[in-house]
């Protein structure tokens, strides 16, 4: 059964780059046609699609954020990461990791907790 | 494609149905395979969403049948048909019509009358 957890700082000053990585444990991230994805839910507040990749390093991310966003995926580590630069307070979140389920059905099937992610100097 | 959920609350008595609609800003509906690219999630606090629909009413595996998805373009609802508590929860339709950008509805709470 695949399972996907979250980690990185928690803490995260303004101007500088939030980094964190999702593990898939239970199935590789090569198998299946997968893609991988980020999204993020601000504190008491709906959901925001960041991006996806597939291992062969393919991505797509949402428009508003895509100057700032970068993710990618170490296939030996079975890991995706997502880096987002120049953060500000309005990045403060929730962050997930998912699974797309397939690439022509973009809908997320198994998530990571999530990880909390606060800004502040 | 802006994705809006009426209503933003509810209250539903135990047994009773709860019926959740979503609008979105353009028809989901595709020309070339008929489906509409539209999926329905639940939050239960303090986790993740789960898949619950897809494919606007394809019941993800393991989903109790009491949860139905319907609807086609630009209107969608998703039904309970009897509440159970464990089905308080916030749910979120979300939208992969756009190849640009995905995105979710603002979320309605449901909860017990």
Partial sequence: QVQ???????????SETLSLTCSVSGGSII?????????????GKGL????????????????????????????????????????TAADAAVYYCARVKHLTSRVFDIW??????TVSS | IVMTQSPDSL??????????????GQSLLSNSNKKNYLAWYQQ????????????????????????????SGTDFTLTISSLQAEDVAVYYCQQYYSTVSITFGQGTRLEIK
Avoid at chain 1, 4 to 14: D, H, R, T
Avoid at chain 1, 112 to 117: A, D, K, R, S
């Fill in chain 1, 4 to 14: 996907l957890q979250e980690s990185g700082p928690g803490l995260v000053k303004p």
């Fill in chain 1, 31 to 43: 198998e299946g046609g997968h893609y991988w994805t980020w999204i993020r839910q601000h504190p």
């Fill in chain 1, 48 to 87: 925001e699609w960041i991006g996806y990749i597939y291992h062969s390093g393919s991505t797509s991310y949402t428009p508003s954020l895509r100057s700032r966003v970068t993710i990618s995926v170490d296939t030996s580590k079975n890991q995706f990461s997502l880096m987002l630069t120049s953060v």
């Fill in chain 1, 112 to 117: 990571g907790q999530g990880t909390v992610v």
């Fill in chain 2, 11 to 24: 209250a539903v008595s135990l047994g009773e149905r709860a019926t959740i609609n979503c609008k979105s």
């Fill in chain 2, 44 to 71: 239960k606090p303090g986790q993740p969403p789960k898949l619950l629909i897809y494919w606007a009413s394809t019941r993800e595996s393991g989903v109790p049948d009491r949860f139905t998805g319907s609807g």
